[in-house]
């Protein structure tokens, strides 16, 4: 069964631009997550969509956003790119297992902005 | 704001050795998760447990969830190399809402 699938692997921008990254989560799986890893804050959560509402948002500005597709696939975008958002952005697709919810991360999407 | 501390934070052990990484907070969770990430890529899902005072064994690791659900650990024994990689917890409620991140044990493990 094919993992979760991000791209691209990395990305290089430049302050003031923005991006947009892409997930693909297991097959059968609707819930989609998104963190940011920073060596500094370690993960922050993002946001998570299900069956393309999303239904958590954590404590970022509102230049990140994201959806959700209706075959599970998840972007997420930052816009007016500044030099912290410089990280690895990890997508996670979750489905409940026998002992509650469980995460399949992504590789990931190295970001870094110049 | 539910927060999780580990320790240590960094960790470098000689193949064979045992260890124990803590992972603590001052709020119950309903399920705490471990994650091994190694350079380059995601975290990797090595456990979850739901009950408190619960022990789950995979080959040489040893999880326990503290009887309050706060607090777990992961003891390995006789490291190898291979288990070299950036530990994480995780907890969160049933529902996989609300989950949080602790900062990580990076473990280093010599040949």
């Known amino acids: 069964k094919a993992g979760v699938t991000q791209t691209p692997r990395y990305l290089i921008k430049t302050r003031g631009q923005q991006v947009t990254l892409s997930c693909s989560p297991i097959?059968?799986?609707?819930?989609v997550s998104w963190y940011q890893q920073t060596p500094g804050q370690g993960l922050q959560f993002l946001f998570e969509y299900f069956s393309e509402t999303q239904r958590n948002k954590g404590n970022f500005p509102g230049r990140f956003s994201g959806r959700q597709f209706s075959n599970s696939r998840s972007e997420m975008n930052v816009s007016t790119l500044e030099l912290g958002d410089s990280a690895l952005y990890l997508c996670?697709?979750?489905?409940?297992?026998?002992?509650?919810?469980?995460?399949?991360f992504g590789s990931g999407t190295r970001l870094t902005v110049v | 704001t539910q927060l999780l501390e580990q320790s240590p934070q960094f960790l470098s052990i000689q193949e064979g050795e045992n260890l124990t990484v803590y992972c603590n907070s001052s709020s119950v969770f309903s399920s705490l998760q471990w994650y091994r990430q190694e350079p380059g890529e995601g975290p990797v899902l090595l456990v979850t447990?739901?009950?408190?005072?619960e022990v789950k064994k995979l080959k040489r690791l040893t999880f326990q969830f503290g009887d309050a659900r706060k607090d777990s650990s992961l003891h390995i024994t006789a490291a190898q190399p291979g288990d070299t990689g950036l530990y994480l917890c995780a907890g969160g409620d049933n529902y996989g809402q609300n989950f949080v991140f602790g900062p990580g044990t990076r473990l280093s493990v010599l040949p």
């Open positions: 097959s059968g799986h609707r819930s």
């Open positions: 996670a697709s979750s489905t409940v297992t026998g002992d509650g919810y469980g995460y399949t």
């Open positions: 447990v739901v009950t408190g005072g």
